[in-house]
């Protein structure tokens, strides 16, 4: 089992619909999560941080965080053509030494 | 600005010669590591560093070499570079003594060994 395992996609939405990205993790122990975008080419930039059970919300952008299932996802919104990239869910493990990946979920947002 | 910058950004070279990728952060950030990307493979860490003078194997360190004399450099060392190290590089940074364990991206190197 994949530490931390994400659907590589793609998804395809319409512009203006709700992206629904999800992730799920196997370290129990994990406390910090994060949400990076990464378009082709360039470096992952952050765009969300969760650290409690919950949602939290950031403009456009929610994450949500479910401990007890070990799952987190991030909701995108009034998607928009820019908003097409891979998705990286990270988790922080328990050492909090090392942040560990997903492979991403490519989302195409469709004008 | 604050920033994580890495050179070179592009590089090829040939296998066996030695090279160095620099990374350097403005930050402050006691915690630097190196990932490699691969299609497929998604990030994996190469070596981290939590503080000057220490530093610690990531998931895949073979053939790589690290040091850390400043707390801003972190700079990664091939010895002897082969094809299968072919991949894009990432520096990352992030300062998890005071709380913060978000780390941020240098802009990548696109290493290619034939």
């Known amino acids: 089992q994949k530490e931390v395992e994400q659907n590589s996609g793609p998804l395809s939405v319409p512009e203006g619909a709700i992206a629904s990205l999800n992730c799920t993790y196997s370290?129990?122990?994990?406390?910090?999560f994060f949400w990076y975008r990464q378009y082709s080419g360039k470096s992952p930039e952050l765009i969300m941080f969760i650290y409690s059970n919950g949602d939290k919300e950031d403009g456009r952008f929610t994450a949500q965080l479910n401990k007890a299932s070990q799952y987190v996802s991030l909701l995108i919104r009034d998607s928009q053509p820019s908003d097409s990239a891979t998705y990286l869910c990270?988790?922080?493990?328990?050492?909090?030494?090392?942040?560990?990946f997903g492979t991403g979920t490519r989302l195409l947002v469709s004008p | 600005e604050a920033q994580v910058t890495q050179n070179p950004r592009y590089l090829i070279t040939v296998t066996g010669k030695k090279l160095t990728v620099t990374c350097s952060q403005n930050m402050n950030h006691e915690y630097m590591s190196w990932y490699r990307q691969d299609p497929g493979l998604g990030l994996r860490q190469i070596y981290y560093?939590?503080?000057?003078?220490?530093?610690d194997k990531g998931d895949v360190p073979e053939g790589y070499k690290v040091s850390r004399k400043e707390k801003r450099n972190f700079p990664l060392i091939l010895e002897s570079p082969s094809p299968n190290q072919t991949s894009l590089y990432f520096c990352?940074?992030?300062?998890?003594?005071?709380?913060?364990?978000?780390?941020?991206f240098g802009p990548g190197t696109r290493l290619t060994v034939t």
């Open positions: 990352a940074s992030s300062s998890p003594q005071t709380g913060r364990y978000e780390q941020y």
């Open positions: 560093s939590m503080n000057v003078e220490v530093t």
């Open positions: 370290d129990r122990g994990s406390q910090s």
């Open positions: 990270a988790v922080l493990n328990t050492g909090f030494q090392k942040l560990v």
